[in-house]
DNA sequence: GATGAATGAGTGTTCATTCAT
DNA sequence: TATGAATGAACACTCATTCAT
């Protein structure tokens, strides 16, 4: 009965550990533990495979997100907030998180495909969470006088970069976690 | 005559846009308008060719890095002085780059593959780079008392972030760059 | 409750449209809208299913004939009642008619095989047919002296061909119909 | 050297006595004595092989026929020409013949694809041969005044019903090749 | 009578690689 | 150096069919 989950499950890892070309379909079914065409009776093909499990990671991460919003006095909390939620999400999903961060087959690359749509979706909700943040603290004079827009890309990337270090290389990103938020602080805040 | 560099330039490029699997031999041949059994006169095969690529990428970067380094009054000045080579380096070269910044197919796990020491040598001698600036600066006063491991992590990481945008996103990271070394610099120094 | 019979209108068609092997079971349950598997309850499989068709349209096909005989008063009359019959026939059930004078497929090609009992006796019942009016012609003397088996396989031909055209390429054949009956006229009579 | 005509030859004559969907890649691989990956290489797939045979065949019929055609002092002497041309050369190439006059596989229905193309232009130069004979003949007064389109197609459809049954059914057509001609000659001549 | 889930055995096709020249 | 022909092993995917319900 939960063999669809199972598909699912193993696909999303192998596609994380080999990518999307170097994962095929018969070893998804071997360590999976079901037939090959089962995966074909679920799921139109490879590729519908593969935008399931992103259309459906992404899904639950803003839904995890969305629960996980706070009020919070300064805004720089709401940032340290979201860094955190992202690592611990992360350290949870770790394959779901990066097959959305990470950039999708090359394949995909037309902008009309699904995956495409998803990531982008993504990176666009992400990206307005934290310009809010910046802009709504440098208004408050918390913030110094940052370029918004370079900004919100540098911390991104720097989001990016912590998930993909956690989930892809698997190195623990405790102490790193902090220092990181440290690292935002000093050069965020007016006193920091 | 220029063929064997062709091939070398074609499957960089191939390599990087469409992954190590999902580029094969014959595109290869084609894009570099020369034929499929060339390129095993040449390399073992097609993971030699890749690993060539990497270890010939490797080597030059780090033969640009030397020539680059300059004897800087400060030590943020060799921090800043490092993002931009990275930044210009990427900038005219920036499929050799990639491949060594980014994770190599998963069939090269085995850390005694070549690939895997290419690799290793590459984020070591990032990175001691790196630590050799911070333990400096910390020392002479001139930073503020940082933990030097996981500082080192986060401008590798934030440097390879910038590089991946570069090269494989093809967003230009004028404006990123400028924002990212003031950043580093509120971060680190004691009187930014 | 009609649904057995939505599978064999429905396969009939593709069978006649897209022929045996290049029609799935899927396609006809599609089509058909049934689930797959209530083909396989109603018939062994699909090889079965095709020998329904087959054996009941051959039935179908000598009742219709046996009710349309007629005495007249001259065997040309006959041979003209045949054609014209066929004609009207296929006209009214293309696909059935249309298994029955192509040629099955090539797995069936043992002549044990049920498909291939119906195929030879459908032949047989035609070909004896118009054997006793040639032969009945010639002895009243109102046919030419023509060889009588090759006259039978020819005019047998040309009714399969008329039907071929009917039924597969959708062609009318009005005019041809026509055309057809006056030139075995001409060919057979003393005194067309 | 001869590995693509044999691979040619193999599947003319399996799809002719198989049909297209009925023959497998690996049976025509195995019954030419090449290996599988080899009809890909001189074919695009077994759709273009299937094409390829076509027009080559086409191209060969009508060839023979153009060294065929002589001048005669009849224009009937021109149809039975035809008609033996047609019975010989299906004689000695039964597959080629076969599958340009039969039917093409369902899935090349789309009348722009090269199958559809080149059976269209097969029969458009059969009938305007014949149509040119018969237009000819009522001119001279040797033909009775039949109606020409439709005994241009009841011309074609009797020698494609003799090449079918000659070349898949494999029955000898001697004596029934004669009674044709004789058959189509009381009908057609004013003096037969 | 009817179905959702599941599968063994193929299907056309592609792959990196080799060989003879 | 360079290539046309060839291949073993795998590939994503489909097929007719079955089974539990």
Redesign the interface.
């Known amino acids: 009965m939960g063999k669809k989950i199972d598909i699912v499950r193993t696909a999303s890892h192998l596609f994380v550990?080999?990518?999307?070309?170097?994962t095929t379909t018969a070893q998804i079914a071997r360590e999976a533990n079901v037939t090959e065409p089962l995966i074909f009776y679920h799921f139109k093909g490879k590729d519908d495979l593969f935008s399931y499990i992103l259309k459906t990671g992404s899904d639950k991460f803003f839904a995890g997100l969305e629960a996980h919003k706070k009020d919070t006095e300064t805004e720089f909390e709401k940032i340290k907030n979201y860094i955190n939620f992202n690592l611990r999400y992360v350290g949870k999903n770790p394959d779901e998180s990066f097959l959305v961060i990470s950039?999708c087959?090359?394949?995909f690359a037309d902008p009309d495909h699904i995956c495409q749509k998803i990531i982008k979706r993504h990176k666009q909700i992400i990206e307005s969470y934290l310009r809010d943040c910046i802009k709504e603290g440098i208004k408050k004079g918390e913030f110094?006088n940052?370029?918004i827009?370079?900004?919100v890309?540098?911390i991104s990337?720097?989001v990016?970069?912590?998930m993909r270090?956690r989930s892809?290389q698997k190195k623990s990103t405790a102490?790193?976690n902090?220092?990181?938020i440290?690292?935002?602080r000093?050069?965020l805040l007016k006193n920091p």
């Not at 550990?17 to 170097?22: I, S």
């Open positions: 550990t080999q990518g999307f070309d170097g950039a087959p090359a394949k110094l940052v370029p827009k370079e900004t890309r540098l990337l720097i990016v970069g912590l270090q892809f102490g790193l902090k220092t990181t440290e690292f935002c000093r050069s």
